[in-house]
């Protein structure tokens, strides 16, 4: 009887000074392995002399293990100076979702987890407001009300820092989650803390931005996933996207159709970033 | 036999402190005229108190030509207090196009006029570049070359402003001119004066849009055409279009790229002002 | 003491042969009873001769109340023959939402009722199956459980429409019901019973749309949402949205990427009938 | 003294069935050779199991010309079956556009190799029609008018043959040509004669779909790009876009929205062929 191997993908995520041989030189080492790639991108930024890669290889056709494929490329990587991880996709990431009173982005991300189309685990939801509590645990998640005193913030963000490190999140997501980020956690979680920006950045940074948008009068509002610097709505952009307004449209109504671009550009923000799409250099991104 | 009427259409646009009534004082004035109405629109601002409205006529269902509606709407006009004109769709809009060296814009629009679509006369256009003359002189529109010299711009604006005021220009498109129009310039031509911005307002204001797009690694680029007033892409937003880029794209890649919104965006705004379809208001707009 | 009058408004549409007068007449008899317009919309189909109307009317500015409206609006419209009938905004409208196994559009519609942003009562939700009940029941919405017999379908249908009778719907949502739906119920609810069907109509019309598109090999998928008449997908549009594909897209991607367009076009096809914007005449819509 | 070397790049593009090592062979191949990849994309149907790549070469890091390059890949290319051709990136298509009455597309195209942003020649504009011949000529490009006889349409197209074959053409586009392409020529210029259908395919195959469009009362227009086979509107998709419609749009709104996304989409469309970017099998096509 013949036994069904389940799918399952390695991804091996690579950026490194270019030169000539590097796709020769990895995609030769996966093939040695067996390996059959079902998914391949490359990007040379010929201006900055940055080449970036991401390979997606079937499991099931490798003769060794994701830890001997480590240990084996390791040499490789060397010789080519290459920033690199391979994360096995059977594997799921942890991931804390932070949010404040507003629900769009949380409801978004928890029903497409729930329905299996975020790939993650959600080991838990932290808040500084009770109001989200049914919603959340409605989905069998744990839910944490970590109140934020505005005089006296510390203490919540070390009270947050310790679930977080508790449930060893790989990732963190400020669906909304309205507080300012302290340069600790932004740089503990570099490249790893996204966060939707209610506006089309570098337009109307700071707070109330869908007001500032009503009243320079323009005609497209947006939003946008990045991640988090110090730097407030400074870091790195995964996702944009616009929906069109008019005057007819009062503050109100461009807070409600934000609303769907937010939370849509958060998604796919997430999804980009758990498939391993996102390489971060400086303050862009690559996005495969 | 029969005398077949050509379609002709009168443009009434109104603007006034919002009040009970005034759709049923403008639309029974007009029907008591045997007004056909062929397209309306009314906004109301209701946090600003202010009432918007764009009527079009059938002229062959008036009992009265365009002067004696003029004289006659008057007094309404003055119990409402209305801004307030109307015109005759028949008699074509005097447009000056201003371009520099690019010509993308410059050839969008003289196309769209030429194929008939854009409802204009353009009598001449400027330039402080030769290398356009070409094209224009064969659309059989003249072509008048202003330099600029860096060092003394004035008697440059004094020409333009000459040439303008000679063919009794209503509008002046700037069809990617790069020089700063002196306010005195702006002031004149106040609500008629329309230029295309390289980026996505208020995102990347002044000059290389294009670049600091590229180096702050948006997903998307776009283009505003707005009317001028002396701040610098400040004035009032006609119109404002995006298209998306990515790491693929360097800085060529993105200025190619926005070419396309660009000119779509200026030939829209273009289009919506002749069209009457435009009221400013403040630093905003209302676009029917 | 002032009393604070709470914000209150009143629809009125109307459709009815053009003629010169309408809207002198109609916002004349508003503004008698004092009625202030806080939105204003009309549309002449020059074509066809026929003029379509929607207006809001703020109520607190009224003399007079719905009852006497009606009432008193009534010889008005059999004037002009009319199509007509006014709505107080303060009474919702009863929708009961039918779905099969799919969640995606269901979700979507109880979020937006439930976050308060679609303005309406959801007496209770159908299905022919049990796997979304403790979904709606979270909402606190009753879950009708009617199953179909695939080879006897009506006792099925008998009891849904009981249901729906019992619970006086104004307007019965198909989100994603993969039932068809027998042409008495689509006669009794005519402009009533909205369906999404999960293609750019009127592209791979019938079953699994999403197989079709990827065996044609096109670039954009879309959603249509439209009201159900008699013929299978041919009932007029309301709403349409496409999104980008590529050939790195199998169905599966095509169903996941299509599932945000038929949320999103199925939510504002809802929003906008309940708003009383969408005016049907023959096969088509009038949105406004 | 340094010779600056001018950019320089091969394009080589290959599909073939699905293997391990493919891309290992591949790129070692070209690095061996010292080539330096600019810009590689992949992809794997894995359902078809077939293999396509995209690989750029910068011509000036090889230590070969294109015709040793050529010879030494053929042998390679035999091992894994691949379809594949190699072309200098220096060496522009021959590209002949076929025209009617309609100008838009034409211009669209000829403006577009006049700026230097489509990178080919354009040996000459055939057209049934005399109207764009000085519009043609301006650009220095011959115009051959070839009537059609209704009642005799093959004379017209082999004159029309004889010219395309007497100019070499590499490829040939439909500008909205609006003669049916005899089979013979579809077969002989298969996967290099593109054609602008202005529908969204396969929504209104055939002719007049802007009537059929209206009258369906769909609220999304579009245009298609595609390969010419015997089948009318049935080949390869390259590209597509839409345009947001109205109630408000009669039919020539609609033919005018329309015109702004046929020749977008056919100059997208042709620039992905001029780069060697889409690769068809069957009757779908890779757009890298």
Redesign the interface.
Known sequence: MNEVKEPREFCLVVSCP?A??I??AV??F???Q??????????????EGWF?MRNVIDAN?LSIDIDEFREKFASLAEKFEMNWHVRDGHKKQKVVLLASHA??CL?DLL?RWH?G?LHCDIPCVISNHENLR?MVE?HGIPFHYVPVDKNNKQPAFDKMNEIIERHNADTIVLARYMQIIPPNLCAQYAGRLINIHHS?????IGANPYKKAFD?????I?ATSHYVTEDLDEG???????IRV???C?KDDMV?LG??VEK?VLSRGVRLHLEDRVIVRG?????F
Request: aromatic letters at 8%; hydrophobic letters at 30%.
């Open positions: 270019d000539v041989g796709v020769a995609s030769q996966v093939a040695q067996g390996g059959s790639l079902t998914e391949s991108n490359h990007h040379t930024d010929v201006a970036y056709t629900s769009h409801a029903y329905s189309e049914s409605w089309f950045l570098p337009s109307f320079r009068g323009v005609k497209l947006g790195p952009i995964i996702e944009q996207d616009v008019s005057h007819k009062n409600r609303r769907d849509s303050n862009k991104t690559v996005v």
